[in-house]
């Protein structure tokens, strides 16, 4: 392998040189491999100059003595990343995507092949996208807020500021009782004679408790005194090397090598190990009667509560840690030391935490799943059992059981997203399109269809327009709220952000096919149905004075019954049948015949198809069981919502047709609005804008279809006869969005544009009348 070295300067080569002491002093300073010192004669890895730098390859050290013994060499890792693009550039992180002027080619640079094929399916046409990672990242490979998120609080690595906002706060949440806890147990210890040891294990913890952060407990019979360790220093060689592959190469030649210089070390001696006996004590099982059981308790309590906040995780973690090891120890190993900045060695200790509150935990998951959606999945069973058990409403009023009902959509929606990647990313593309076509409109269909059961049971058309209000309400809110939240945001960190225009303008064209096909129906009914008015008066009592008429609407149920069942009937069933047809259609062109409008390219970094090791989050037979059981439990949750919502219906002040176009139709759609922003933070304004349209898309293509075919087996009443203010609301959000999507560029005025139009047809909704039947 040759490299051209032409921006290599010699004051990267001292960068360098203190990369490896740094490491080198890392792996000296680990107590782990204190014990176990020996001469290494690993291979260390190389960065080959060409001649542009002659004075780097004539550069010498002395080759190491090999006759000298007890000494501490290692050989550190002292290379720069190569690039392997063009010109050498560093190639972008893993999962970002890059646009390039004049083309329309995504490149996109992941780990393993199960990644490539879910990061090329949020491309494609009427796929699901997903921003989380479906199979596990190693460790190593993660960022480093990443590894400091999945940390056990057992390694200190640095020595950062403890005296923060977030620490203090955990004085008054946290630290206060806990430690108050801790002080009234150790007298009781101590009265005990006995029990004397873990009294003073109490006094220690009690005062740990109330300001844990920058102090490590540690085990005492394992602190290794850490001054003898010396790290080695990093060298350039010349070029002539012993390795005899690289003889007589001009052009490559190891430019870093550790240390020759042999440093003399007392080695210690193996501690003996030794089996704990505390177990067996007297003091331990009075510890265990007295004790323990009642700090179980309260570190218990303090986790959960520290847990479910998500960015107090880091309390959590460290009441964990000190309940099921540091309670558990023998009282004379807990040794309680104060770190300051001099203690720079990357340690093995009990435990370390130097932080009470983190804000990146929002990104932290547990086997894939997402920390908030896994946070919420318990109510999602205690939604189940109040609401079947208190039918009465005895403990929980009818608008509060409606509210935890509705908001445990979200967990349940994000599980069946999931599953749904999962599944697409280990499958071939017709099981992706047919999971997709399925199960990404189970979430909303769920609700619709108990939606209008509920209503058929009453009698009652109110649940009829809730169900067409909250239809409406997805659509152009997926229409305007989407992309206008995502521009604004990715808008203010990105300024400007390109946009694919050809796949754009493939999806705003099925958004006015699906527009004109949903709404045909109700132009149809304005233009032969009959003008009917709840009440006409004439104040004057003139016949010659026009009459003044109220709440004026066409109706088509007092017009000829002929014309409903010979007309408007068939023409519904006919659009059924289209709108899916031009969905598959859409399918066709742009995944077969006109693919080249993406251009997809998935690479591993190095030019080639990854095929790493991997390992998945879930396999196909686990995410298909999940999607099942989200579906049968979003079925329960979509019940309870249509049964508590008819007090709101009944008394509410606010218009019905409010409800419908937000709560109903924009709640089940949180996950998705949170990926799409996502994208757009990443720069990747491209898929933030698709998340919204191929979900608009489907509404109109599969999930109205989807209605009718079931009113057809199954008589609920359900009419696809929209109110005026969904027809004109709808169709001026497509128009508008589609003047947006024209240039191929965005940024935040553009989606705040949107995001105002938004709230103003929001604002027409909110004032809005009732509908006639609610």
């Known amino acids: 392998m040759s490299f051209k070295a032409s921006s290599l300067l010699s004051g990267e080569v001292d960068n360098l040189r203190k990369r490896s002491v740094a490491e080198s002093t890392e792996n000296c300073c680990d107590p782990e491999h204190h014990l176990r010192f020996t001469r290494l004669q690993t291979q260390p890895e190389r960065l080959c100059v060409g001649p542009h730098h002659p004075d780097l390859s004539t550069l010498a050290t002395p080759s190491p003595d090999g006759s000298v013994h007890h000494f501490c060499q290692f050989t550190p890792k002292c290379l720069l990343a190569i690039s392997r693009g063009a010109h050498g550039n560093s190639p972008p992180r893993q999962g970002e995507e890059g646009w390039h002027d004049g083309t329309s080619r995504t490149t996109i640079r992941v780990d393993n092949e199960v990644e490539a094929h879910r990061e090329a399916n949020n491309y494609k046409f009427g796929f699901r996208k997903w921003k989380g990672n479906v199979t596990k990242k190693p460790i190593e490979d993660r960022s480093d807020i990443d590894k400091e998120l999945h940390t056990d609080l057992s390694i200190v690595k640095h020595i950062a500021p403890v005296v923060t906002v977030g620490n203090i706060v955990y004085v008054f949440l946290f630290g206060w009782w806990i430690s108050l806890i801790y002080l009234l147990i150790c007298p009781v210890m101590f009265l005990t004679i006995l029990g004397a040891p873990y009294g003073k294990v109490c006094l220690k913890l009690a005062w740990y408790v109330i300001w844990p952060f920058g102090k490590s407990v540690q085990r005492a019979c394992r602190l290794v005194n850490m001054s003898a360790v010396k790290p080695t220093n990093c060298e350039i060689i010349p070029q002539e090397h012993e390795d005899k592959d690289l003889v007589g190469d001009k052009d490559c030649a190891p430019l870093l090598v550790s240390s020759p210089l042999p440093i003399e070390i007392p080695v210690p001696l193996p501690l003996p190990k030794k089996t704990s006996k505390h177990w067996c004590r007297f003091s331990t099982f009075l510890w265990l009667l007295l004790g323990y059981p009642v700090l179980a308790v309260v570190h218990s309590l303090a986790c959960v509560l520290s847990w479910l906040p998500v960015f107090s995780i880091p309390v959590a973690k460290m009441n964990s840690r000190i309940l099921t090891t540091v309670l558990l120890m023998a009282p004379e190993d807990i040794e309680i030391h104060a770190l300051d900045k001099t203690d720079v060695c990357e340690t093995k200790v009990v435990l370390y935490c130097y932080q009470a509150f983190n804000l990146y935990y929002y990104k932290y998951a547990v086997q894939g799943i997402n920390i908030f959606a896994l946070n919420l999945l318990p109510l999602v069973f205690m939604t189940l059992i109040v609401g079947y058990t208190d039918r009465e409403h005895k403990y929980f009023s009818a608008e509060t059981m409606f509210t935890i009902a509705i908001t445990s959509i979200i967990p349940l929606s994000y599980y069946i997203g999931m599953g749904i990647a999962c599944i697409s990313a280990q499958s071939n593309f017709a099981v992706g399109a047919v999971v997709n076509a399925t199960f990404g409109s189970i979430t909303e269909m769920t609700f619709y269809i108990t939606a209008l059961l509920r209503g058929h049971r009453a009698g009652t058309k109110c649940y009829e327009e809730i169900v067409k209000s ?200 949180l996950p998705e609005i949170v990926n799409g922003i996502q994208f757009a933070l990443q720069n990747n304004i491209s898929l933030s804008l698709e998340v919204g349209s191929c979900i608009a898309v489907q509404v109109c293509m599969i999930q109205i279809p989807l209605l009718v075919l079931f009113n057809a087996f199954y008589d609920v009443g359900f009419a696809l006869v929209f109110s005026d203010i969904h027809l004109w609301a709808s169709i001026f959000s497509v128009i508008l969005v589609n003047y947006i999507f024209m240039d191929g560029k965005c940024d935040y005025f553009q989606g705040t544009a949107l995001v105002v139009v938004y709230f103003i047809v929001l604002a027409v909704y909110f004032f809005a009348p009732s509908p006639r039947s609610c």
């Open 470 to 669: 909250a239809l409406a309400g997805t659509l152009f809110g997926c229409i305007l709220f989407i992309p206008g939240i995502c521009m604004t945001i990715g808008g203010i960190k990105h300024s400007e952000q390109r946009f694919n225009s050809r796949s754009a303008g493939v999806s705003s064209a099925l958004l006015f096919v699906s527009i004109g096909g949903v709404f045909a129906p109700t132009l149809f009914s304005k233009t032969f149905g009959n003008l009917v008015c709840e009440s006409c008066s004439n104040t004057l009592g003139n016949a010659t004075v026009p009459f003044i008429c109220k709440d004026c609407h066409y109706d088509t149920t007092t017009a000829d019954p002929h014309l409903i069942l010979s007309h408007i009937e068939p023409l519904v069933y006919t659009i059924s049948v289209l709108l899916p047809a031009s969905y598959l259609i859409g399918l066709i062109f742009t995944l077969k015949t006109h693919a080249h409008i993406y251009d997809i390219h998935v690479s591993d970094g190095h030019g080639g198809q990854p095929h790493g090791h991997h390992v998945v989050h879930w396999s196909r037979w686990r995410a298909l069981a999940v999607l099942i059981v989200a579906t049968v439990l979003m079925a329960s949750c979509a019940d309870l919502c249509t049964v508590n919502i008819e007090p709101i219906l009944s008394h509410s002040s606010i218009s019905q047709y409010f409800i419908g176009v937000t709560v109903l139709a924009m709640v089940p759609e």
